[in-house]
């Protein structure tokens, strides 16, 4: 057998090294984005143990916490409002087609109502929320890491995770059900609109004819889902604010990833809630 | 020697200061990913001392500061601080032990949704609970006029100018009556004047206060008015150690490209 010549075995060695050594850092580079994930849901589950144990703890943040509701509230009222009107509106009028064919029009208050108390009123104010407060929440916490703010809080003994996480996260959990609630009163007011641009039918008419449709086990459990949907909001634009990177770009990445990532566990835990609904209810 | 790269310069003098150590730091590492900021630092404060930290930008000198206060925690080595050590203690003997150090940001960091006056009662009202309102209202009032400021309580963060921002960060980092003070560049961003203005500011602070600083800086116009010792970090070491007069003796090319 012919004997292999070995030309420059430095050269060799050396290009195996880098080889090596290249292969090495792939292999980590793989083994990191694999266990991103991961180390992303535990660092959530620790930053949720923290909210917790704070929200107990003693020197609650009472003023900062009423100044959340009210940003959170107040100043989403106009835009919920809005989309409240225009959903039970338009499912009105979309509805009605199909309604008119069975001969079930007077049922037409009733649908709607169902559909806005169970779940459209609940999901689409939770989306909206996600993009307006989530993504503020996002940013503005972001905007703190970067410029340091957190971190002079931090060293000036005040604990961030107090003064600025649980206010807002309790806020969300609170003022949610709220809106909901204002989202579909509203809802109401733009399917009776809805009812009236072909029809004939009194606003105490239309609220009892919706009403009657309605029982406790349809108002009951969209109502705790919407705490649930708030505390979602809260916690995911808190924790990727509290989590931004360095430099300005991080801070829309915060904002952003906030809106994405709790809009798409709103629709998670919606799911879960309406199998849960399902099974026991 | 501290280190093999250390410069041999001579014994730094304690005139101005006690021989009382309030930071110790043995063998300091830290590590981002598989980046090594800091390699093996070991370094003292001295009571009422004014330590210059220089070094150039990368260097891991505003690492080093975050590691004493547990804003980062270090990967190796030892902090003893005010005679505690700081790896090994968390929750409410963490904050008391901050409570006794004050922190300028290199970019100020005041809490820019809030005005000036409640930027400096924030640490107060939290910390200092027994404090009534006409008393935090004139610690307020004292802490600023030492750092040469009157009428802008009312003010944003965003109202004000770079010098004036970071003299309100200042105040708010003595409002506690700290005994240590950290300044991590405190004079980037800001013109000659200001800067010096700045500088002068930290020796009166020191002075006044009766603290004891750790600056850290690249700004030779800084470390001229404020070092009583200076320590230079290079590559995650610290290169060399001594005082001002040393320094600009020396003939070391990378000390030299600092102080020409």
Wanted: net charge neutral; proline share 3%.
């Amino acid at each position: 057998m012919k004997k292999l010549k070995i030309l420059n075995l430095k050269k060799a060695q050396s290009l195996a090294t880098a080889r090596s050594i290249k292969l090495s850092d792939d292999a980590l580079e793989q083994k990191d984005r694999a266990s991103g994930f991961f180390q992303e849901v535990g660092d959530m589950i620790l930053f949720i143990k923290q909210i917790v144990k704070e929200t107990f703890s003693r020197n609650f943040e009472f003023k900062e916490f009423l100044r959340q509701c009210y940003e959170i509230g107040n100043k989403s009222l106009p835009l919920i409002v809005i989309t409240g009107t225009i959903m039970g509106l338009v499912l009105t009028i979309q509805s009605r087609p199909a309604m008119a064919k069975f001969g079930a029009v007077t049922m037409l208050p009733g649908m709607v109502a169902v559909s806005l108390i169970r779940e459209i009123g609940p999901i689409i104010t939770a989306l909206i929320c996600a993009g307006k407060i989530g993504s503020g929440m996002g940013a503005e916490l972001g905007s703190m890491k970067v410029t340091e703010q957190i971190d002079a809080m931090e060293v000036s003994a005040t604990n961030p995770i107090r003064y600025l996480v649980v206010t807002r996260v309790l806020a969300a959990t609170l003022m949610l059900p709220i809106l909901v609630l204002f989202a579909d009163a509203f809802g109401f007011l733009g399917s009776w609109i809805g009812v009236n641009i072909k029809g004939d039918v009194s606003l105490v008419l239309y609220i009892f004819q919706a009403f009657g449709s309605i029982t406790f086990l349809d108002f009951f459990p969209a109502l705790i889902k919407t705490f649930l949907f708030g505390a979602v909001i809260g916690i995911v634009g808190c924790y990727k604010g509290f989590t931004a990177g360095r430099g300005t770009e991080s801070v829309g990445k915060a904002a952003n990833a906030a809106v994405v990532l709790s809009s798409l566990l709103i629709i998670i835990v919606d799911m879960i809630a309406v199998q849960i609904t399902d099974m026991w209810l | 020697m501290k280190n093999e790269k250390e410069t041999s310069l001579d014994p730094i003098s304690e005139e101005k200061f006690t021989s009382e150590v309030l930071i110790e730091i043995k063998n300091l590492k830290k590590s981002f990913g598989r980046l090594e900021v800091l390699k093996d630092i070991s370094l003292k404060l001295h009571n009422g001392e004014n330590l210059v930290v220089l070094g150039k930008s990368g260097s891991g000198k505003s690492v080093l500061i975050k590691c004493i206060v547990r804003l980062l925690n270090p990967d190796g080595g030892t902090i003893n601080l005010l005679g505690e050590n700081v790896s090994s203690i968390k929750g409410a003997a963490l904050s008391k032990l901050r409570m006794k150090i004050g922190f300028l940001f290199q970019s100020g960091a005041l809490y820019d949704s809030m005005t000036v006056k409640q930027n400096l009662e924030f640490p107060l009202v939290r910390i200092k609970r027994e404090l009534k309102e006409e008393e935090i209202n004139n610690k307020i009032k004292e802490v600023l006029e030492n750092v040469g400021l009157a009428d802008v309580l009312e003010k944003m963060p965003s109202e004000l100018s770079g010098g004036m921002r970071k003299r309100i960060s200042l105040a708010r980092s003595i409002i506690l009556d700290p005994v240590i003070m950290l300044y991590d560049e405190p004079t980037t961003g800001l013109d000659p004047v200001t800067s010096d203005e700045i500088s002068e500011l930290i020796n009166t602070v020191q002075k006044k206060y009766k603290t004891s600083s750790i600056i850290i800086t690249h700004d030779i116009a800084c470390v001229r008015i404020t070092a009583d010792r200076i320590i230079m970090m290079h590559e995650g070491y610290i290169y060399a150690e001594g005082t001002l007069d040393e320094f600009e003796a020396s003939d070391d090319p990378l000390i030299m490209s600092f102080f020409k």
